[in-house]
């Protein structure tokens, strides 16, 4: 299939667990950051290690500022930084003089739409590079979405989706440029649903997950579980980006409004795993209800 060296710039929640899922699978990966990420995390990862042991030596770590010249190398880059539309272009830039002319560049954001990632880039760039949105935890979630549009290389789509499918073991779903994809348009009602829901009645995130967890068939987390573990952080980015991106009237509207809560649990540092606790260490702390 051609993919013999894949780069995963942003060693973050998916970076760290996108470049252990591809070693996991045999492909030495190039990992950057803006510092050198440690493989620690990917092993002593939270609630189980990301990856094999003997698989880290698959993986090379460096800085964006001082490596990026190594992904010449590379087949596949996928870029997994920060959800800022400004710092991924300004990347995608610096990547468009880099990257061999057969090599792919994939975005893993989760709300930005291709049509505005690709905005004023060279057009060869721009029929080389697509969103692969792998879901958190990588390792383990099956699904792939795969954006693309009518300016993307088919052959190149092609590639990554089978490589995706037959060697890291995802169900691939192609998308069309849509708000939210597909996933994150139905996740959006279902996130903000379960909120408003738990707030009205006073339930604590234990009671409302008991709900909307194992009956929904999200067995491990639930909705608020599964929240922390993504990351609070996220929902404003995927809500606001819904916002502009629907149109006036759309029933999805209500929905894409970013929730007191949220905007407070991210002003005092609770995003959830990676920031000083989430939904369930407001509930520890102070065993309070959602509110
Ligand atoms: P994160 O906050 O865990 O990691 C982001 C990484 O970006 C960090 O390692 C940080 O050092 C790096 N970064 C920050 N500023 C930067 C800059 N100016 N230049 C280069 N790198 C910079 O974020 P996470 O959650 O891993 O998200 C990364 C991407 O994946 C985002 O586009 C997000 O929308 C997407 N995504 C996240 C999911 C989740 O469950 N957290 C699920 C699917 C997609």
Same mark, same amino acid.
């Given at each position: 299939?051609?993919i013999q060296?894949v780069?995963? #710039?942003?060693a973050g929640?998916?970076?760290?667990?996108?470049?252990?899922?591809?070693a996991n699978?045999g492909i030495?990966v190039?990992?950057?950051?803006?510092?050198?990420?440690?493989l &620690?995390?990917?092993l002593?990862a939270?609630?189980?290690?990301?990856?094999?042991?003997k698989n880290?030596?698959?993986?090379?770590t +460096?800085?964006?500022?001082?490596? @990026?010249?190594?992904?010449?190398?590379c087949?596949?880059?996928i870029?997994?930084?920060?959800?800022?539309?400004?710092i991924?272009?300004?990347?995608?830039?610096?990547?468009?003089?880099?990257?061999?002319?057969?090599?792919?560049?994939?975005?893993?954001?989760?709300?930005?739409?291709?049509?505005?990632?690709?905005a004023?880039l060279?057009? &060869?760039?721009?029929?080389?590079?697509?969103?692969t949105?792998?879901?958190?935890p990588?390792?383990?979630?099956?699904l792939?979405?795969?954006?693309?549009?009518?300016?993307t290389?088919?052959?190149?789509?092609?590639?990554?989706?089978?490589?995706c &499918?037959?060697?890291l073991g995802?169900?691939?779903?192609?998308?069309?440029?849509?708000?939210g994809?597909?996933a994150?348009?139905?996740?959006?009602?279902?996130?903000q649903?379960?909120?408003?829901?738990? #707030?009205a009645?006073?339930?604590t995130v234990?009671?409302a997950?008991a709900?909307?967890?194992?009956?929904?068939?999200?067995?491990k987390?639930?909705?608020?579980?599964l929240? &922390?573990l993504?990351g609070?952080?996220?929902?404003p980015? @995927?809500?606001?980006?819904?916002?502009?991106?629907l149109?006036a009237?759309?029933?999805?509207?209500e929905?894409?409004?970013?929730?007191?809560?949220?905007?407070t649990?991210?002003?005092?540092?609770?995003t959830?795993?990676?920031?000083?606790?989430?939904?369930?260490?407001?509930?520890r702390d102070? +065993?309070?209800? #959602?509110?």
């Open positions: 299939m051609n060296k780069a995963v #710039i942003g929640v998916m970076g760290a667990g996108i470049a252990a899922h591809i699978a030495p190039l990992l950057l950051d803006l510092t050198t990420p440690t &620690d995390k990917l002593k939270d609630p189980a290690p990301l990856m094999h042991p880290v030596r698959l993986i090379t +460096g800085t964006i500022a001082d490596d @990026l010249p190594a992904l010449a190398q087949d596949w880059i870029e997994a930084i920060v959800e800022r539309l400004a991924k272009q300004e990347l995608y830039r610096k990547l468009a003089t880099i990257r061999r002319a057969d090599a792919v560049v994939s975005s893993n954001t989760s709300s930005i739409p291709l049509h505005e990632l690709v004023g060279p057009e &060869d760039f721009a029929a080389h590079f697509m969103i949105h792998f879901f958190n990588p390792r383990y979630m099956r792939l979405e795969i954006v693309s549009s009518a300016q290389d088919p052959d190149a789509v092609a590639k990554i989706s089978q490589f &499918d037959h060697k995802k169900g691939v779903v192609a998308c069309k440029d849509t708000p994809f597909i994150n348009r139905i996740g959006i009602f279902w996130i649903t379960a909120i408003q829901e738990a #707030i009645l006073g339930l234990e009671e997950d709900v909307v967890g194992k009956p929904m068939g999200i067995p987390t639930g909705v608020f579980g929240s &922390d993504v609070i952080d996220l929902m980015h @995927l809500m606001r980006s819904m916002n502009r991106s149109p009237g759309d029933a999805l509207l929905k894409a409004t970013i929730p007191p809560l949220i905007q649990m991210i002003d005092t540092g609770y959830g795993r990676k920031g000083k606790g989430g939904f369930y260490r407001l509930n102070g +065993g309070a209800k #959602i509110k």
